[in-house]
C-alpha cells in the first residue's frame, strides 16, 4: 500500500511530492502520464517566478524539479489515472488505465487543466495539420511564414510574442477589443510592428486541403468577412480543469466542486473527503500561476504528512 498517491506531474505534484517525502513519507508515487513538469513545458519563456531572475522556456524552467524530489525518496510512474475512489476503510483506490489498481493512504491530485478548443468550423479536422495549441512545440514549423493566433488572455499575447520572433507576421484575432492579459504584455504586443491586431472578430472557418490548413475566415461585428490565409495558427482560448479522475461510476464527484468543476479545498488544500488534498490550477480561486501551484503543492505535502503519521 502505497503511503500517498499523487496525481499529476505539473509544478504543484513535484513541490508536494518533494515535500512529503523530504518530511519522510516512505511510499511515495507520482501518477505523471507524460513527462514531468507540467503545462508551462508548454510556454515559450517563464519570468514571473520569484528568485529565477533569468528568463528561461517552461522545459528548461523545469527541468530540475524531477531530480530534486526523487533525491528523496519519490517515485514517478508513468502512467495516466482513471479514477480515484474511496474505500470504507478510508484507503484510496487509483485505477489506472489498463486496469492495474493501487491502494494508497492518502492522495493528492494535481492535475491541472489543458487547453480548450475554440469550436470553429474546421478546428478539429485541421488540429495538428495547421492548428496547434502549442507555439513553443510548433511555432518554429512557421519560421518567416505568416501565422494566426486566438485568444485575448495572458497565454495568447505571450505567445503571439513569442511567435513575431520566429514568424514574418501574427495575425492576433480576439472576439473583443480588450484583453484580459496583463497591461505591460498588451503594451508589448501593441509596440510589436508584425503582430497585427484583428479585434471584434470571431473565426467563422478554418480552410485548407489535404495537406493542410490554408486560412481562417473571420467575421467582424458588423458581419463583414475577412479571409486571412496562413498555414498555422493558434488557439489560445482558456483552460479546462482536469476533473475526471474524480467522477464515480454514478457521475458523482468523489469531493465537492464548485460549479465549473473546481476542487473545493481549505487553505490546508484539503478536499471535503479526509485523507483526499487537491493542489494547483485545478483548486477553487486558484491563480493559475507556477508559484502558486508549487506553494500548493508544498501545503498539501505537509498537510498529507500528517494525516498518514497521525490521521
Ligand atoms: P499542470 O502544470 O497542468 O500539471 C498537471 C499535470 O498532470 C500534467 O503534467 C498532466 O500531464 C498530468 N495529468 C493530468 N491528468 C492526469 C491523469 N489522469 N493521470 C496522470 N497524469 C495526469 N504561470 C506562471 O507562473 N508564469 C508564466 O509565465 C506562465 N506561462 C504560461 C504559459 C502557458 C502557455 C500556459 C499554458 C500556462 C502558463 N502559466 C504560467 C500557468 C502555469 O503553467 C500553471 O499555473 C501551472 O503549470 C499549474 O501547475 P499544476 O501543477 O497545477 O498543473
Ligand atoms: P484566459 O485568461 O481564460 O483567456 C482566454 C481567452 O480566450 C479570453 O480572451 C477569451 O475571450 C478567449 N476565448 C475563450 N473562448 C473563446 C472562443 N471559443 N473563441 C474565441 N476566443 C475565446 O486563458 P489563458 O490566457 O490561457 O490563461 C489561463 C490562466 O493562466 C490565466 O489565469 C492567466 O493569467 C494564467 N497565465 C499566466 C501567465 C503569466 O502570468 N505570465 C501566462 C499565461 C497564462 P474573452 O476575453 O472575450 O473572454
Known amino acids: 500500500m502505497l503511503d500517498l498517491a499523487i496525481i499529476g506531474g505539473g509544478p504543484a505534484g513535484l513541490s508536494a511530492g518533494l515535500y512529503a517525502t523530504r518530511g519522510g513519507l516512505k511510499n511515495v508515487v507520482m501518477f505523471e502520464k507524460g513527462m514531468p513538469g507540467g503545462q508551462i513545458t508548454s510556454s515559450s519563456e517563464i519570468e514571473n517566478y520569484p528568485g529565477s531572475a533569468e528568463i528561461l522556456s517552461g522545459l528548461d524552467f523545469m527541468a530540475p ?7 528523496f525518496g519519490m517515485k514517478h510512474s508513468m502512467e495516466e489515472v482513471t479514477r480515484v475512489t474511496k474505500n470504507e476503510d478510508g ?10 489498481m493501487e491502494q494508497a493512504k492518502s492522495v493528492i491530485v494535481c492535475t491541472g487543466s489543458t487547453p480548450k478548443r475554440a469550436n470553429f468550423e474546421g478546428e478539429a479536422e485541421f488540429f495538428g495539420k495547421g492548428v496547434s495549441t502549442c507555439a513553443t512545440c510548433d511555432g518554429f514549423f512557421y519560421k ?3 501565422v494566426a493566433a486566438l ?5 495568447a499575447l505571450e505567445e503571439a510574442l513569442y511567435l513575431s520572433h520566429i514568424c514574418s507576421k501574427v495575425y492576433l484575432v480576439h472576439r473583443r477589443d480588450t484583453f484580459r492579459a496583463s497591461p505591460s ?4 504586443v501593441k509596440n510589436t510592428p508584425n503582430i497585427e491586431l484583428v479585434l471584434n472578430a470571431k473565426v467563422k472557418k478554418a480552410y485548407g486541403d489535404k495537406m493542410g490548413l490554408n486560412g481562417l475566415i473571420v467575421v467582424d461585428g458588423d458581419g463583414k468577412e475577412r479571409d486571412i490565409a496562413v498555414p498555422g495558427v493558434f488557439v489560445f482560448v482558456g483552460m479546462n480543469v482536469n ?3 474524480l467522477k464515480q461510476e454514478d457521475g458523482s ?8 468543476g473546481n476542487v473545493v479545498v ?3 488544500m484539503r478536499t471535503s473527503v479526509k485523507g483526499l488534498f487537491a493542489a494547483g490550477d485545478l483548486r477553487i480561486q486558484a491563480s493559475k500561476q507556477v508559484v502558486c501551484a508549487a506553494g500548493d503543492g508544498a501545503t498539501a505535502g505537509i498537510q498529507a504528512l500528517e494525516y498518514v503519521n497521525h490521521g
Open 91 to 100: 484507503t484510496f483506490i487509483i485505477a489506472l488505465n489498463g486496469g492495474k
Open 243 to 245: 476533473n475526471s479522475i
Open 65 to 71: 524539479w524531477p531530480e530534486q524530489c526523487m533525491r
Open 151 to 155: 485568444g485575448g488572455g495572458d497565454t
Open 144 to 146: 518567416n511564414k505568416e
Open 266 to 268: 481549505d487553505l490546508s
Open 185 to 188: 504584455t498588451v503594451e508589448r
Open 253 to 260: 464527484f468523489l469531493c465537492d466542486v464548485d460549479e465549473n
